[in-house]
């Protein structure tokens, strides 16, 4: 077995199992867990940050991790699907939102 074969079929720590999708971002096999107590997954939290980094960011990765008090390195994995977005950097991000008038849901 490779490191990819590993890779794409591990057991994560909240039992969720995940895999590479067609294009190699990282996917769910099973029902995402929820990041926060409103039931945000994995793929809505993208679509918050990415459209938080693109309205007030001028779609500028290094730009929201500072914002974020996060390495830019991060940003880029969330970005890249191999990276998880937890629900601190989600909370930040909508506050993020409100404070730069940013609609996101």
């Known amino acids: 077995m490779t490191l990819d074969d590993q890779n794409s079929n591990s057991q994560e720590r909240n039992g969720s199992v995940h895999g590479r999708d067609q294009d190699g971002a990282l996917a769910n096999l099973d029902n995402e867990p929820k990041i926060d107590d409103r039931g945000t ?3 809505e939290a993208l ?5 938080i980094r693109d309205g007030a960011f001028d779609s ?5 991790a500072l914002a974020l008090g996060r390495p830019t390195q991060e940003i880029e994995d969330w970005f890249d699907g191999v990276g998880e977005i937890d629900g601190d950097a989600l909370q930040k991000a909508r506050a993020l ?3 730069r008038d940013v609609q996101i849901e």
């Open 47 to 51: 679509q918050i940050l990415t459209s």
């Open 41 to 43: 997954d994995q793929t």
């Open 60 to 64: 500028n990765n290094e730009t929201l």
């Open 97 to 99: 939102a409100i404070e």
